[in-house]
């Protein structure tokens, strides 16, 4: 499933770059930059959370079906170095969710929207006939020079992450088992996006290039590694995890930031980013030439065999 | 069904009101319009299109839900009298409708992309179990002085509507008894949206409040009513239509633009329109003062009970 939805996401991308551009980029990072004519630009990007395929009504709560429609969005506005500022919610329901069900969801929304000081400027609502469906739409700014792209890596860069990577599917795994309450199973539940990092990130010119993990670092470094044209090695050993180094690099869902760092510069800037955020960031890895992941373990070359997350 | 989809929205802007602005204005127009810090503005409006409650797959091709999803999207653009320029699309597919009417869908959007000059700027493709869902963004620039809005209508302006009303929704009559090619139908299928109409009623200063005619005309005015806090009045045999006059006051779907005009200036703005768009208007009715629809035939006040639209 996930390899037609990528696959269909690139058919669209490539037929529509023959569209004017109309002074926006074309489709390839986590947000569109919006070119407004002075210093600033904004930022917009889109995401879709399906019932049973993003989310199970009986694993989450309503309000956390909402606070996670947003943060999956302020998280992409995040991995661009920019400020989230507002949002558009289109949200389809079906009869039985009509009532408590929504007004759950919007106290999800509401909380975190206040939470982040994020204006909510648009909105549709429409009945559907059996599952829910979420469509949010996350608005940034930022200054332009602050703006990271998937296509900034560099030959030589450190490859980063914030926090830790892995809790996120592994508590999924948790909760179709029924262990709805684990400590992965809540980090799961209640996905935080990493605002105020990607902010800091932002300003510091030796981060080159940024995205979120969305899919498990071993899919979501392809998509760095296609737009910068480089190749990337990785140590296994150096993945910040309290989980099995599946969960941590092919689960989805962990909304932490990968980055690049000038290699130079990497030592110094984890002091600085922790001192500045209070949160962690680790070097897993480098940028090297060509095309593909090295996975390493120990300093050795493994054949272990990584697929990105697909979402049950 | 409607009735709480339109108490939900109202309930959702209301909780979001006191959620910071960040230079926003709130819910309630066509559009949300984004400062951006100079002459110009931009305006952002979202609508999601549910399987088998906005369309029908046995009913439409998958180019006509591709065109159909820009159109709605676009018309709420030249509502403002604003230029669209660029959308995000997110579609949840299910396995079914991954192949071949993906690309037929994409075909339309693309078609219709291009002869409206609207760049592609984001999206998000992802699986479903059942039904499709499709939601668009569509962002449009303006000058500042052209924006419409619904809230500025005034005692004394001329009601006036762009085209003829009701086809939509007795093509989707016909289309329900399985006439899919009747005149009425086939407009039904290819909505159309007015978007150099509302960029040239835009520039007109004599033009007050504007939106687009999604829910017919009974239901729409009284957004316009209660936002500029006036009633109307509005004279049947006005009302520009081949059809019945009941899809013509309360049909959805019909992407005109309903508009008000200075009351004196709307005879010398009917030529002047119809000659720079080739689009006929017809004044309907007046804005009054109160907050009642007074619905005339002949002159006479009558008794007819008109509801809004409700999607199927």
């Known amino acids: 499933m996930k390899k037609s939805e990528f696959s269909f996401i690139g058919d669209i991308a490539k037929m529509c ?8 980029e074309p489709i390839g990072d986590d947000c569109t930059v919006i070119e407004i004519g002075g210093e600033e630009v904004l930022v917009a990007t889109t995401d879709m959370l399906v019932e049973d395929v993003h989310f199970l009504r009986w694993a989450s709560s309503a309000e956390e079906v909402g606070e996670k429609s947003l943060m999956v969005n302020l998280s992409d506005v995040a991995a661009m170095g920019a400020t989230p500022v507002a949002t558009l919610l289109s949200i389809a329901l079906p009869a039985a ?3 408590e069900w929504a007004e759950g969801f919007m106290r999800g929304y509401y909380d975190a929207s206040a939470r982040y000081g994020v204006a909510l400027v648009g909105g549709d609502t429409t009945a559907s006939t059996d599952k829910i469906t979420i469509n949010v739409v996350a608005i940034g700014r930022a200054h332009k020079q602050n703006i990271k792209r998937r296509s900034r890596a560099k030959v030589g860069d450190a490859i980063c992450v914030t926090g830790k990577l892995g809790a996120s599917s592994k508590g999924l795994v948790d909760i179709m088992f029924g262990d709805l309450n684990t400590p992965a199973a809540k980090i799961h539940r209640r996905a935080q996006a990493r605002i105020e990092e990607g902010k800091w990130l932002g300003k510091q010119c030796e981060v080159h290039a940024m995205m979120d993990i969305s899919d ?3 899919s979501d470094i392809k998509h760095i590694m296609e737009l910068s044209k480089v190749g990337a090695r990785i140590e296994l050993k150096c993945i910040p995890t309290d989980y099995d180094i599946r969960y941590a690099t092919t689960g989805g869902e962990d909304y932490e930031l990968l980055f690049t760092v000038a290699g130079d510069k ?6 600085r980013f922790n001192e500045a955020t209070g949160c962690e960031m680790t070097k897993i890895g480098e940028i090297v030439e060509g095309n593909n992941v090295e996975w390493l373990e120990n300093g050795v070359p493994t054949e272990i065999e990584l697929k990105g997350f697909t979402h049950f």
């Open 216 to 218: 498990g670092i071993a």
């Open 17 to 24: 770059a023959s569209l004017p551009h109309n002074d926006f």
């Open 266 to 271: 990497v030592e110094s800037l984890i002091e």
């Open 97 to 99: 969710a009509q009532g």
